[in-house]
């Protein structure tokens, strides 16, 4: 929620802004409403002391009334008759002159002696103290449940001869009348008689049902204001009477007295929302001022991370002002180490050209934009060189020569070292012929190496394209490929020929699927049955592996074979026809106990040293013998390391494998390795055999070499027989077995299992099937 | 009260020669709760042996908007007459149970006097004149006399023997019991106290028009 720098900003505001607010408001509040209840009390004071003050002005002229009835000389001659029917009918007479509801005379002393209402003595006890001065008395009177204002005044004649009371009602109407002074509602009740009891009250008749519920409380403490949550009005009782039994109660409304407390809340409210509005905006407008400077910075920054080139934002005085220059610094150092990275990144520290990175990098838009022509610089035999004259020398050379390339004319678009001693040239046009001459040329003369001058042979390969044709990779690979075939020529200049890259693609193509063919199904073995002459009998076969490829179609072994020594991968293929042919003779062991079948073993293969352990464990896993193995060498493959293959074979014949050298006569033969060679058998290579009946030359090498191998101990097998009419010749020779067409092709397994069962039955007729 | 008591002693031992004596003078000192001499008191003696009665005839003038004396003392059957002296007319009357009269609004002399025959205190007002109060006491016996502003009163020839004595005064807290008075001296002073309201003040007329008392 408050993951933004403006979002706390604002929200740290407004919580401090409230806090300051709210206690502000409390504070003020309070104290308003404590100033407000003091007006309040202070008002009910004045209205209390208006309402005495009301009450004693009533009174005072009741007594003034009540005074001059008195001193009226019929009705104190009345009274001095002191006949009881003749006072009474002068007190109601006189009564009524001045609206009193309540007359009453007394004696001199106090005692009753006659009334309006029949009074009883009980009625007025309170009055007799006062009856003992000589002045006007009034009080206020309970009588029956109804309340009186009396006055009570002597009678002079001119002694004091009695004395009169008049009582008026305190009623509603007086109620009026005082809150016609004061203002406020004002209600009289009696602190007895609760039980039903009535107020006489200006208030209405709602308000008047919840008061009657306040009385204990307010009777309980008079003079004091009262609040009370359920009533609406703050209220002041106030006995009247001096024995405190009838009560007037001032009422004050809340509302009255609230207002202005409640008119400041509003204006507090109103003022803390504004205030709120006014934070909020300002805030907002602060956040802004910093989080906007921020954000730019942000994404400059970013742009500064993505290497764009970024605009910074103006700079300001202030912090963010400082972090601006800062990063504007930064972008300025990385720049200029980026360059620097990118000059030791794209060049090669040797000779200052442009190094292979840098190349990739370049030439796919040049490739794709223009034609040109593409040059790769191969010095012959560097690491002899490198040899003879010390890597310092050696270095001092390519330095030399990068000179030389860097000052051509025409000068070319770039120059780089790919690597060691190969160099590539990029030129914006086609070379005709004399200028590819002239720069072969202009390398030619000696180098000069510390006094000592030394010539180089140099091959050029050259790759001349026209725009958006080949991808960078395909144009190295066909001038290195040209550069190959130059320096497989011992030097000078070689173009790039068309095909040469499909060749080197079908390839990349066999390397690359070969492991997946292996375990696929793609390659299979097939059988090419040896005859034996003498007995006419086959016993033994040679295992040759196909490749059935999905795209390429029929592969023949000898590229795949030849590509996968190249590319190291001949082991794979010989273990995988060692564990298929074992695996299958071990399946054929039970009809055709006496096969052998061979195996070509590769110079690789001879110089695994764990081989013979291989072949064991595979003997022993399928519980094949060893005479039923035989493995085929070549030559060329013992020539390789001879002592090496030597022991090789030595253990291998050691375990009773039959050994065979294979193309026996097209190799690098030497008689002197034949005699070493722990071999039961040659053979004699196809070369010899197809033309036997009609080349002389041939039949003749045929006859020596079967002899000579016969002399050393060793079988002679002829591979390549196609005819009937070779193989007389052969049988005249002396070889011990054939292979060729003539008796079968390579025959797939099955093939091969029904082939050698018809030859079986045809065997004990050996010269029928020979003659045929 | 011990002034009293030494008088009765004095008074039981003049006894002898006292019954020799024709005629003596009394001088009464009467003086209120302060000892400051009361005016106005009202003494009467009644004598037990002479009960004599002469009536006389006196004035209670109306002079200045007041009663002239304040306090007057006569024996019963005695008449008074109201002089007005004043411009104004005046309305004497009393509703006092001894005597209730009424003289209406009259100037100069009334046609008649007023014959007071019935022993007692008559209090008499001015209807018109509310403050104008005069007080006359009717004794039954003829030796009734009140005090002057020296709170004394003098009977110079008076017969010795034993007397009742009354004492009232219009502000009096409360009625006195008679007290025995013997007359042995030819030269014989008493002096007597009587609690008074002395807040109380002789009624006077206002100094000027309505509206002041």
Not at chain 1, 146 to 154: I, N
Not at chain 1, 645 to 672: E, H
Request: glycine share 4%; net charge negative; with cysteine.
């Amino acid at each position: 929620m408050f993951k933004s720098l403006r979002s706390k900003w604002i929200s740290l505001l407004v919580v401090l802004l409230s806090l300051l607010m709210l206690l502000t408001g409390y504070a003020t509040l309070k104290s308003m409403r404590a100033n407000s209840m003091q007006q309040a009390e202070q008002s009910l004071d004045v209205a209390s002391k208006v309402f005495q003050q009301a009450l004693d002005a009533r009174a005072a002229q009741l007594t003034n009334s009540v005074s001059l009835l008195a001193a009226d000389f019929g009705f104190r001659q009345a009274i001095a008759t002191a006949e009881q029917a003749t006072i009474e009918s002068v007190l109601q007479n006189h009564g009524s002159r001045i609206d009193a509801q309540l007359a009453l005379l007394l004696s001199p002393q106090g005692e009753l002696l006659a009334s309006s209402d029949r009074l009883k003595a009980s009625d007025i006890r309170q009055l007799l103290p006062e009856t003992l001065g000589s002045n006007a008395v009034t009080d206020i009177l309970l009588i029956d449940g109804r309340a009186y204002q009396l006055v009570v005044v002597p009678v002079r004649a001119p002694v004091l001869i009695a004395w009169v009371g008049m009582g008026f009602l305190v009623d509603e109407p007086l109620a009026e009348q005082i809150k016609g002074i004061t203002g406020l509602d004002i209600s009289f009740t009696q602190l007895n008689n609760r039980a039903g009891q009535q107020l006489t009250s200006t208030l209405p008749a709602q308000t008047q049902r919840q008061l009657l519920d306040q009385l204990d409380n307010i009777m309980a403490y008079p003079d004091t204001t009262h609040f009370a949550d359920e009533f609406s009005f703050i209220t002041r009782g106030k006995p009247l009477d001096s024995e405190k039994q009838l009560w007037a109660l001032l009422h004050m409304p809340d509302d009255r007295w609230l207002a202005s407390y409640q008119q400041l809340r509003g204006q507090l409210v109103e003022i803390f929302a504004f205030g709120l509005l006014l934070a909020l905006i300002a805030a907002f407008m602060f956040a802004r001022s910093i989080s906007k400077p921020l954000s730019l910075l942000s994404s400059f920054a970013r742009d500064i991370g993505q290497g764009n080139a970024a605009v910074p934002p103006p700079v300001s005085q202030d912090e963010i002002g400082v972090l601006t220059s800062t990063l504007v610094n930064m972008q300025h150092s990385i720049a200029a180490r980026e360059l620097q990275l990118r000059q030791q990144a794209e060049h090669d520290a040797l000779t200052g050209l442009l190094n292979r990175h840098a190349v990739e990098q370049r030439l796919p838009a040049i490739l794709a934009a223009q034609p040109g022509t593409l040059l790769q610089l191969n010095i012959i035999q560097f690491k002899h060189i490198n040899d003879t004259l010390g890597l310092a020398n050696g270095d001092t050379l390519l330095q030399l020569l990068a000179q030389r390339l860097g000052h051509h004319q025409p000068a070319a678009a770039f120059c780089a070292r790919l690597n060691g001693d190969e160099f590539l040239m990029l030129f914006n046009e086609n070379l005709t012929e004399q200028q590819l001459v002239d720069l072969y040329n202009s390398l030619q003369p000696a180098y000069n190496i510390q006094n000592s001058l030394i010539n180089l042979k140099i091959a050029i390969g050259i790759y001349p394209f026209e725009p958006a044709q080949v991808s960078a990779s395909e144009a190295l690979r066909r001038v290195d490929l040209a550069q190959e075939n130059a320096s497989q020529a011992g030097g000078g200049i070689a173009f790039y020929q068309h095909g040469q890259d499909e060749t080197h693609q079908r390839e990349l193509t066999i390397i690359r699927d070969l492991p997946a063919a292996l375990s696929s199904g793609q390659l299979y073995v097939v059988y090419q049955p040896k005859v034996e002459l003498a007995s006419g009998q086959c016993h033994s076969a040679e295992a040759l592996i196909r490749w059935q490829h999905p795209q390429l179609g029929f592969i023949s072994p000898v590229e795949f074979i030849a590509t996968a020594e190249h590319s190291g991968n001949i082991s794979m293929i010989t273990q995988w026809m060692l564990q298929t042919v074992i695996k299958q003779l071990a399946a054929w062991q039970q009809d055709y106990p006496t096969l052998r079948v061979a195996v070509n073993l590769s110079a690789a293969d001879l110089l695994d040293q764990s081989l013979p352990v291989q072949i064991g464990n595979l003997l022993a896993q399928y519980q094949v013998p060893a005479t039923a193995l035989a493995l085929e060498v070549t030559e060329s493959a013992v020539m390789q390391d001879t002592s090496k293959v030597i022991a090789n074979l030595n253990t291998l014949k050691a375990m009773a494998i039959n050994l065979a050298i294979d193309d026996f006569g097209t190799g690098q033969s030497s008689l002197a390795y034949l005699k070493q060679l722990p071999v039961n058998e040659i053979k004699i290579d196809r070369a010899f055999v197809k033309d036997i009946e009609t080349n002389s030359n041939d039949a003749l090498i045929v006859n020596a070499t079967v002899k000579l191998a016969h002399g050393l101990g060793f079988k002679v097998t002829a591979e390549g027989l196609e005819n009937q009419a070779g193989l007389s010749y052969l049988q005249e020779s002396g070889c011990d077995t054939v292979q060729g067409y003539f008796f079968s092709k390579p025959l797939a397994t099955a093939d091969f299992s029904q082939w050698l069962t018809n030859f079986a039955a045809t065997a004990n007729n050996p010269a029928a099937e020979f003659s045929e | 009260m011990k002034l009293a008591l030494i008088n009765s002693v004095l008074v039981m031992a003049m006894t002898l020669y006292a019954s020799q004596l024709k005629a003596a003078s009394l001088t009464l000192n009467i003086s209120n709760q302060q000892q400051q001499p009361l005016a106005d008191a009202v003494v009467e003696l009644r004598s037990l042996t002479n009960p004599e009665r002469k009536p006389q005839r006196i004035q209670v003038a109306q002079q200045q908007l007041t009663f002239v004396p304040f306090v007057s003392a006569i024996p019963a059957g005695s008449v008074v007459d109201f002089p007005n002296l004043d411009k104004t007319r005046h309305h004497v009357y009393s509703f006092s149970p001894a005597k209730q009269f009424e003289i209406q609004l009259y100037a100069d002399k009334p046609e008649a006097p007023i014959t007071f025959d019935t022993p007692g205190i008559i209090a008499v007002g001015c209807n018109i004149h509310d403050y104008m109060q005069a007080y006359i006491y009717v004794a039954e016996s003829s030796l009734v006399a009140v005090s002057d502003q020296t709170g004394q009163l003098i009977w110079p020839d008076i017969a010795p023997g034993s007397y009742q004595l009354f004492l009232w005064h219009p502000w009096q807290l409360e009625p006195r019991q008679p007290v025995a008075l013997d007359i042995v001296m030819p030269v014989q002073t008493a002096a007597y106290t009587l609690a008074v309201d002395l807040t109380q003040q002789k009624p006077q007329a206002p100094q000027r028009g309505f509206g002041s008392r």
